[in-house]
């Protein structure tokens, strides 16, 4: 009876392999097919990543060299007319003449104001309590209780520095 009851394996025909074959030989082809797009693109942006450095990189490079010239070169004199026109003007030699080194600069120190004469503490607003028969007329236990504790602290601190 196990004989009849079990089932009997899935046995695949011969046309059926050589299909699965096939199958399988179209499937990995086109997963080779992909890998290749992906890695031709990989390669494209990565191309373009580097152009797009190089680009940056040179114009940064420009920029220095720029600055540098701009520094290493004299500045040219300006120079003031004078309001009568002068007869005769002699030609500006400007290899002979030497560029005024630049001055330093000038580090601003900030100074704080004098501290006063005499320090002067403001004086709080006394507050007084209000009268007991007020308090007891408008109290609960909560603002009993707080008066108590205020009434307390003060006790203790004018104990404690009274001396």
Same mark, same amino acid.
Do not use: W
């Given at each position: ?8 394996? +899935? ?6 392999? &050589? ?41 940064? &490079? ?55 004469? &005499? ?17 007891? *007329? ?14 307390? +602290?003060? +006790?203790?601190?004018? *104990?404690?520095?009274?001396?």
């Amino acid at each position: 009876m196990d004989e009849n009851t079990s089932k009997s394996k +899935r046995i695949l025909t011969p046309e059926q392999l &050589q299909k699965l074959a096939e199958a399988r030989e179209k499937a990995n082809e086109v997963r080779r097919k992909n890998h290749e797009i992906k890695k031709f693109e990989k390669e494209k942006k990565q191309t373009e990543r580097e152009k797009k450095y190089n680009e940056i990189m040179e114009q940064k &490079q420009k920029q220095a060299n720029e600055v540098l010239e701009k520094q290493d070169m004299p500045k040219p004199k300006v120079v003031k007319k004078k309001s009568a026109p002068a007869p005769d003007p002699e030609p500006e030699e400007t290899e002979e003449e030497e560029p005024t080194p630049e001055p330093e600069p000038v580090q601003n120190i900030i100074k704080k104001p004098p501290p006063p004469k &005499q320090f002067i503490r403001s004086q709080r607003p006394i507050r007084r309590p209000p009268p007991d028969e007020e308090l007891y *007329d408008n109290a609960s236990i909560e603002m009993l209780r707080q008066q108590f504790y205020h009434q307390t +602290r003060q +006790r203790l601190h004018n *104990d404690i520095f009274s001396y």
